[in-house]
């Protein structure tokens, strides 16, 4: 049946299934991504007898490097079957770059076009759909679903998690601006964006939305006008959002007719967010010791260590909910020491000098947003998580290497 069917027709078909890679991960809940994901994989196992791409073998071990650790840190850990279900939930990191390279190049770059054209129209009608359900909910007395973890709950989507690809598209929406001819169409897809990244109110999203929207005024050649809007909006929006930004800087939703000062707010960031996540990862890597240091605690490792660690230091929330690291540095060293430290150095050595040899600063912004995720959130403990950043990363590479400026 393969076979039969036309190239062209192959091409589409694998465009649209890399395309659900990211796309499936708006659906509500994680059973639509595994779904289409687990389809993609089948798919492109099948289309391998169609055209096979040779791999660079060396290339494709650091570009998949991070799927290591886990694996052989499975050996020692505790929980061998909680172990084999977080492998299985990693292989996008070494399933999809494969699957990527080996399959014909012509029809993965098709499903990157699609990716960069219709994501970020997918996202923004998915998360404008979220706020018009909140904010319904909110007229009607249910609650405030506008507000950040409520908001959380409505998209069934970790904030940090749906500001990550939230970013991410606006990034391909940004890099494929000018082919958007309509003004008002323009202003409206960037306004729903910043809307967006407003309500679900990460501040790591926030930041990294601000360095995106930055990085294009200044480097891109636009009209007058276009920059100033893009200066102006996210301005405007922070008087408009005043609240919300006040609320997640002091980590709490205040009362209506509660006042707070700048000083304040700072204050309740230090307290609230600040030293918390520092007393966090202190805590994390305190608990790792003698030969863990080399090899960390294992791919699913006792907890116990760890919780006693929050509750020596006053995390009282962190050890009732059983926090992980909240940083993907530390928690890389957590489970798999200086080894999976090392590793990931190297990973991320590779991935830094291809994007240099491109002379393209599109990619160099899509991965130091994650490399400055890391410092928030273990991304890579999640499957949403991991997909995203496998892709990105699978993504970067073959862009690169189809533009022929891969370093030697």
Not at 8 to 14: A, D, G, L
Not at 40 to 52: H, M
Request: glycine residues 4%; positive net charge; contains cysteine.
């Amino acid at each position: 049946m393969i076979k039969n069917l036309e190239e062209n027709t192959k091409t589409q078909i694998i465009g649209y299934l890399v395309f659900m890679t990211l796309g499936s991960l708006l659906l509500r809940g994680s059973f639509f991504s595994a779904l289409f994901n687990g389809i993609l994989i089948v798919t492109l196992l099948v289309f391998l007898k169609w055209k096979i791409n040779k791999i660079d073998f060396k290339e494709f071990v650091l570009l998949s490097i991070l799927f290591l650790p886990t694996l052989i840190g499975f050996l020692y850990s505790e929980d061998r079957l909680k172990a084999i279900e977080f492998v299985y939930r990693s292989a996008p990191l070494i399933l999809i770059p494969y699957l990527y390279l080996k399959t014909d190049t012509k029809a993965i770059l098709n499903g990157f076009s699609f990716i960069e054209k219709y994501l970020p129209l997918l996202t923004v009608s998915v998360f404008l759909g979220y706020i018009i359900i909140g904010y319904y909910y909110f007229r009607t007395g249910l609650g405030d679903f506008l507000y950040y973890s409520n908001f959380s709950r409505l998209t069934d989507i970790h904030p940090t998690y749906a500001g990550c690809i939230v970013n991410l598209a606006l990034i391909f929406w940004l890099k494929n601006y000018k082919t958007h001819t309509h003004v008002i169409y323009r202003a409206v897809v960037v306004l729903s964006f910043i809307l967006i990244l407003f309500v679900i109110g990460s501040k790591a999203t926030i930041f990294i939305a601000l360095i995106i929207t930055g990085w294009f005024t200044f480097t891109s050649k636009i009209s007058l006008f276009t920059r100033l809007f893009l200066i102006a909006t996210p301005f405007f929006l922070l008087i408009l959002f005043k609240t919300n930004i006040e609320n997640r800087l002091s980590d709490k939703k205040l009362e209506s007719n509660e006042n707070i000062n700048t000083i304040e707010l700072l204050n309740n960031l230090y307290d609230n967010d600040i030293k918390p996540r520092v007393l966090l990862w202190k805590s994390n890597i305190a608990t790792v010791s003698g030969l863990e240091i080399i090899f960390g605690k294992g791919t699913i490792a006792n907890e116990e260590d760890r919780l006693k660690q929050y509750k020596k230091n006053g995390l009282t929330y962190a050890t009732e909910n059983k926090y992980n690291a909240h940083n993907q540095y530390v928690e890389i060293y957590y489970h798999y020491g200086l080894f999976g430290v090392l590793a990931f150095l190297v990973h991320c050595i590779f991935m830094i000098r291809i994007i240099i040899a491109s002379k393209e600063s599109y990619y160099l912004l899509i991965f130091s947003s994650f490399l400055f995720y890391f410092l928030f959130e273990s991304l890579l403990v999640r499957s949403f998580g991991i997909i995203v950043y496998a892709f990105a990363i699978s993504y970067i590479y073959i862009k690169v290497k189809n533009a022929k400026n891969l370093p030697t």
